[in-house]
């Protein structure tokens, strides 16, 4: 058996042009979208994922404002800035790019921005809301991403198995809850197995849809698999490679072309989640923006 690629690129540049299209027609309406991103510090990583969700934003007629802070901003700072933001009403979706500098603490970050500005679906109010299927909430973008490569590659989770491997409240826990709502293109019977699981590979052997996001190289082996399993791999990894001029390549949490030998569907990485957790992004704002359009009616 040889899998079929589920190509995260082109599914995302579909995305893109659906929300470019919505994004016409709020500016139409006297509205156009805005997304404030918050950067504190230099952290390298952080700049290039900031650098790309400004680019993504130019590209699709959204506004963008990239607001830095020097990596030993005091929190009343920070806290500041994100109270200006939840006033400003030009401004709908809002982001601190994570990890904050030590003196930042992630959860008050999470708990300040408004609920109705958060894209990211980190606040407890939106994370409250996936869990009991409501839609007027945000999705998480890795999580909702994947969502949208199943539905867009003709993979109903309705009466299957999923197994999501990795409990992080980012990916692990909304996936699972995703997976298992009552509503069309979910009703999956989910298990989340995790580093406290004895004999992972015995669920994950019995499942038609694999979720990895475990954050460990490779960990997902072909003899680990279903034959015929649909493989969505999360992971990003660094692994070292001296032969390589960057001195390492990047895998996910699945080894690759042993999974591809047994799956009917698998997502590479990179080029499979990645592209779309962006694309999630821009539409969580857009949606953002709709609905403040809706209040203020």
Do not use: W
Request: a positive charge; hydrophobic letters at 45%; charged letters at 20%.
């Amino acid at each position: 058996m040889s899998a079929s690629i589920i190509d995260g690129k082109k599914i995302a540049a579909e995305v893109n042009v659906e929300t470019a299209v919505m994004v016409e027609e709020l500016k139409k309406k006297g509205v156009q979208p805005c997304l404030a991103v918050i950067l504190i510090g230099d952290n390298p990583a952080s700049q290039i994922y900031v650098k790309s969700k400004v680019a993504r934003c130019a590209e699709l007629g959204i506004l963008s404002r990239k607001l830095v802070l020097d990596r030993d901003a005091k929190p009343e700072e920070v806290f500041g800035l994100i109270r200006e933001l939840n006033e400003d009403s030009a401004v709908h979706g809002i982001l601190v790019q994570f990890p904050p500098p030590p003196q930042i603490s992630e959860k008050t970050v999470v708990g300040a921005i408004s609920p109705d500005k958060d894209v990211d679906c980190f606040h407890p109010c939106n994370v409250g809301k996936l869990l009991l299927g409501e839609t007027d909430g945000f999705s998480p973008c890795t999580p909702q991403g994947v969502m949208t490569l199943l539905e867009k590659s003709s993979i109903n989770p309705s009466g299957k198995s999923a197994v999501v491997i990795g409990r992080s409240n980012i990916v692990g826990k909304p996936m699972a809850a995703l997976l298992m709502q009552k509503a069309k293109g979910a009703n999956a019977t989910v298990t989340v197995v995790h580093s406290g699981t004895p004999d992972m590979a015995e669920y994950v052997r019995r499942a038609d849809i694999v979720i990895a996001a475990i954050g460990k190289p490779e960990f997902v082996r072909g003899s680990m698999l279903k034959p015929g399993a649909v493989v969505i791999d999360v992971g990003i990894n660094r692994v070292a490679d001296p032969s390589l001029p960057k001195g390492y390549r990047v895998v996910g949490d699945v080894c690759f072309e042993e999974a591809a030998a047994v799956a009917s569907a698998i997502t590479p990485v990179p080029g499979g989640v990645g592209p779309m957790t962006i694309a999630m992004l821009m539409r969580n704002t857009v949606k953002a923006a709709e609905a403040a359009l809706q209040r203020a009616k």
